[in-house]
């Protein structure tokens, strides 16, 4: 299996431009989670999908991020305008719920920098 | 919020003591994970914990949750460089395969 995929690894953008991260999720996984992780604040929820329907947003920090789930195999994160507060480690996890077992499997994670 | 709460902060251990973690819930608790993060890298799984009182062993890991389903530990036993991470305990949120996670307990292992 080749596991939770995301693209770009690593990202330096000027502060104004939008920053497009990209998610493949495990195959047949029904949930997939966009987390971002800053030394300050530790490792934070943005969104989450179930069966591609967006069940939560309440982590995503203001309107100028959002997120897309198109179809069960791909998912997207934008940021637009970005600004340097935004840089972070973004990841990207998967998970199977089933009874008894709901472990999320994470991706190696984007990058970001915004200067 | 229904955080769980993870003390220490941060451990520095030299190579060969023992490490535990404690991770703490103001809440009753349906199931406790646990996750390895290596420095630059991303979060494992390590192991899940439903039932009271349960405890699992993973060669010189040790996890425990509590009687009470409020609290849960990791101990390490004999620590190596190849332990050195962050170990964050989350809780599942309910049936929404939502994981509320911890922050994290930084091991450093001392060679």
């Known amino acids: 299996d080749a596991g939770v995929i995301q693209s770009p690894r690593h990202e330096v953008t000027e502060m104004g431009q939008e920053v497009t991260l990209r998610c493949k999720p495990i195959s047949g996984h029904d949930y997939l989670f966009w987390y971002r992780q800053t030394m300050m604040r530790g490792l934070e929820l943005l969104i989450y999908?179930?069966?591609?329907?967006?069940?939560?947003d309440s982590g995503m920090p203001e309107d100028r991020f959002s997120a897309k789930m198109p179809n069960a195999s791909f998912s997207t994160l934008k940021i637009q305008p970005s600004e340097p507060r935004d840089s972070a480690v973004y990841f990207c996890?998967?998970?199977?719920?089933?009874?008894?077992?709901?472990?999320?499997?994470f991706g190696p994670g984007t990058r970001l920098t915004v200067l | 919020g229904q955080q769980v709460m993870q003390i220490p902060q941060y451990q520095h251990v030299q190579e060969g003591e023992d490490f535990t973690t404690y991770c703490n819930s103001s809440?009753?608790?349906?199931?406790i994970q646990w996750y390895k993060q290596r420095p630059g890298g991303h979060p494992v799984f390590l192991i899940q914990?439903?039932?009271?009182?349960e405890v699992k062993k993973q060669k010189r890991l040790t996890f425990q949750f509590g009687e009470a389903k409020k609290n849960s530990s990791l101990h390490i036993t004999a620590t190596q460089t190849t332990d050195v991470g962050t170990y964050f305990c989350?809780?599942?949120?309910?049936?929404?395969?939502?994981?509320?996670f911890g922050q994290g307990t930084t091991l450093q292992v001392k060679p």
């Open positions: 914990l439903v039932k009271s009182g």
């Open positions: 809440t009753t608790l349906s199931n």
């Open positions: 989350c809780r599942l949120r309910g049936n929404t395969g939502k994981l509320i």
């Open positions: 999908f179930n069966n591609n329907v967006p069940i939560d």
């Open positions: 996890a998967s998970s199977f719920t089933s009874r008894g077992r709901n472990e999320q499997f």
